[in-house]
């Protein structure tokens, strides 16, 4: 089985621009949630959808934003970008259901300069 | 509010000895643990897990420990060999929801 990927690897932007990261679940999984990595911080919930629903959210504020196709696959949205938001973005996926265990993809890493 | 404590942020040991690292969850109702390695400049893997209805969890090397008394678990790593070198996180799964509070990660060193 293929595991999560998320495109794309590496992105460069400057302060007030957007960006778009895609993630793509393991096949079968119907949830995806996201996660912000910053150095000393760990890993920060972003959100989780299932089956094109957002579930649960985390403390960031509204320029963080998501959804989910009917394939599963799920993208994150970052509009007006600031200097704080340079970060590994992590998604992750699992059945949602019973069977917790999530597996994450390679991570998107954030530039914004 | 939610929060993992997660304790030390960094451990050295000699090749062969014993780590163990703790972690303190703050909402008792949490019932599911899992721990991840994160090598340097790769995703976050599964290594072992715990629900709260168990004591203890083994696999090889590895094993977790929970307290829901004391609401903290632990991951302990016998005969520590160099690739055992990562940095590990905890989390928590918090109650009703899919929404999972990491700690912050310690960074294990095993010297040879």
């Known amino acids: 089985k293929a595991g999560v990927t998320q495109t794309p690897r590496y992105l460069i932007k400057t302060r007030g621009q957007q960006v778009t990261l895609s993630c793509s679940p393991i096949?079968?999984?119907?949830?995806v949630s996201w996660y912000q990595q910053t150095p000393g911080q760990g890993l920060q919930f972003l959100f989780e959808?299932?089956?094109?629903?957002?579930?649960n959210k985390g403390n960031f504020p509204g320029r963080f934003s998501g959804r989910q196709f009917s394939n599963s696959r799920s993208e994150m949205n970052v509009s007006t970008l600031e200097l704080g938001d340079s970060a590994l973005y992590l998604c992750?996926?699992?059945?949602?259901?019973?069977?917790?265990?999530?597996?994450f993809g390679p991570g998107t890493r954030l530039l914004v300069l | 509010g939610e929060n993992v404590e997660q304790h030390p942020s960094t451990l050295s040991v000699q090749e062969g000895d014993s780590a163990v690292i703790k972690c303190t969850y703050s909402?008792?109702?949490?019932?599911?643990f899992p721990w991840y390695k994160q090598e340097l400049g790769k995703r976050p893997q599964l290594i072992i897990d715990i629900r709260s209805n168990v004591g203890e969890k083994k696999d090889q090397r590895i094993a977790v420990t929970l307290n829901k008394t004391a609401k903290h678990f632990s991951l302990h790593i016998t005969e520590t060999q160099p690739e055992d070198s990562a940095v590990y996180f905890c989390?928590?799964?918090?109650?009703?929801?899919?929404?999972?509070?990491f700690g912050t990660g310690t960074r294990l060193k095993v010297l040879a």
């Open positions: 909402d008792s109702a949490s019932n599911y």
């Open positions: 096949s079968g999984h119907r949830s």
């Open positions: 992750a996926s699992s059945f949602g259901t019973v069977k917790e265990t999530q597996y």
């Open positions: 959808y299932f089956s094109e629903t957002q579930r």
């Open positions: 989390a928590a799964k918090y109650p009703g929801t899919y929404k999972y509070i």
